[in-house]
């Protein structure tokens, strides 16, 4: 019943800030259009700086929860732990290249000359 909870408390934030960055985009553009009817391009640079502000949100709306940035999150704790606890730091290699795909059976195996 607690995990119920903590999905459905989980799933109802994460709506919420959707739905916080969809107002604030709306507010936005019905802000700006009005200000350039009745300003002009004069208005243009609270226009950038504003738009800058919103991808900032986009951003921590729909991507600061990804994968890539938890993973990057829990690898910098444990750094600190280790950094606290007076361990060297522990340095993982970075992986290798992904192979490149084999050639298909219709491409030329020998480089085209002109």
């Known amino acids: 019943m607690a995990d119920q909870d903590a999905a459905y408390e989980a799933a109802r934030k994460r709506v919420e800030a959707r739905f916080g960055f969809f107002a604030h985009l709306a507010v936005y553009v019905v802000i700006n259009v009005v200000f350039l009817i009745v300003v002009g391009w004069d208005f243009l640079w609270a226009t950038v700086f504003w738009g800058i502000g919103i991808v900032g949100h986009a951003y921590g709306v729909f991507f600061a929860d990804s994968g890539r940035v938890q ?10 732990l280790a950094r606290r606890r007076g361990e060297p730091a522990a340095t993982q290699p970075m992986a290798p290249p992904p192979a490149p795909p084999p050639a298909s059976a219709d491409a030329p195996t020998q480089p085209i000359e002109e």
């Not at 993973?71 to 600190?80: L, R, T």
Request: hydrophobic share 30%.
């Open 71 to 80: 993973a990057w999150k829990e690898q910098q704790i444990s750094k600190e």
